[in-house]
């Protein structure tokens, strides 16, 4: 590391072979960045892109206050694209449509109740929307909707699935997503039709806007589903 | 939007209003940051941390020369971190073990060989690893590796496990990774300890060090694992 300027792919490289030789060890800090970019004859913000790129990286561990650590257990980050299901069929070059199997004001199973914080006994709009790829099953969605927390009136989610007009209707939300697997119980079987038993891809979301329970959903997804990112 | 200065909160609060009421439809550029700043009275710097905002919540697209638009089909994302399998079952507050279950060079299926770019004939390191929790099996490791791109000697991988030894030793890689569902062949589902067909949760992953293919594993969990995360 001498000689004429170096890009950050340089520096990063660098910074990797000490960690990896434990130059620097599991959980210490490293030199601060004026330091290396001393060290290394580069501008600062050179150093500070490497960085940030091994952080996003999980090799790095950067804290306001405790400056920048080697990760004691580097973790690899994925980022998932999460787009309405119209969206995800439609850019598998097939043909969407959906089925509205369900809609009616019930109470909610007690883990969906606690886990949109609701008070027992609030009752919330169930939705079951069959979604199909080419006119074939795709998913079998099964969604708890808070109707106090939404903008009225409702549309009928019979013409605009639930998840679509949550999208283009609702502010900005948060919430957390779980994927798991799942054999198929006999009526979610029967309504995607597939063989009792079945492995299921399911998705679990919860959806706030600011601090009001919004949704809490279920989607079961036909064989041959695969989520798929770059790491 | 007017009176004392906005916090950038507010102005993503604000352009959100306009996205979703249509004032700006989807597709459709949105002023530059310049005019938003001074129509908003805040700094430039405060318009551009709420666009990144929405735009890393999909809402908006921003591209080098297009400038800012709304997106066509707003798609959130989602963040996954992806630990080492040690690390994965002490975050569960158990304790961790693996068994090297088989290590010898062979011809990978075809599949594997294709999503490697690896010439036909080219033979690599099989290993299948049962990852246990507490004792009891948590995962099912079925790895390629590509002896010619690692650093040389081997280590003795019933010591420890390719995953571990990977991260800690191979440079800087990229990939993909793929999520999906299966039920358990008969083969898998003995070395689990699982009912025939029991659907389990399956990650493949392929990794590129450099230009160089290190690796492709699948990973078989048993029942009751769930990637989660925040949206």
Chains 1, 2 share one sequence.
């Not at 299921?200 to 706030?208: A, I, M, Q």
Request: glycine share 6%.
């Amino acid at each position: 590391m001498s000689g004429q300027p170096k890009g950050w792919e340089a520096i990063r490289a660098e910074v990797l072979r000490r960690i990896r030789a434990r130059d620097w060890a599991p959980g210490e800090a490293i030199p601060n960045e004026a330091d290396l970019a001393a060290e290394f004859g580069c501008a600062r913000a050179t150093v500070n892109r490497a960085l940030r790129d091994l952080a996003a990286a999980g090799v790095l561990e950067r804290r306001r206050k405790a400056g920048t650590r080697v990760a004691l257990h580097p973790v690899r980050k994925a980022t998932l694209d999460i787009p309405v299901t119209r969206a995800e069929v439609e850019a598998r070059g097939q043909s969407y449509s959906f089925r509205l199997l369900q809609s009616e004001m019930a109470l909610p199973p007690v883990p969906v109740a606690l886990k949109l914080g609701l008070a027992p006994g609030s009752r919330l709009l169930h939705l079951r929307t069959l979604h199909l790829a080419d006119g074939k099953p795709f998913l079998h969605e099964d969604r708890w909707l808070n109707p106090a927390a939404l903008p009225q009136p409702l549309p009928d989610f019979a013409a605009i699935s639930a998840n679509e007009w949550l999208v283009t209707h609702v502010a900005y939300t948060s919430g957390d997503i779980a994927f798991s697997a799942e054999n198929a119980s006999d009526a979610e079987a029967a309504i995607l039709g597939l063989p009792k038993g079945t492995a299921l891809f399911v998705t679990e979301r919860s959806t706030w806007s600011e601090a009001q329970p919004i949704t809490a959903v279920r989607l079961a997804h036909a064989p041959g589903y695969r989520l798929h990112t770059l790491v």
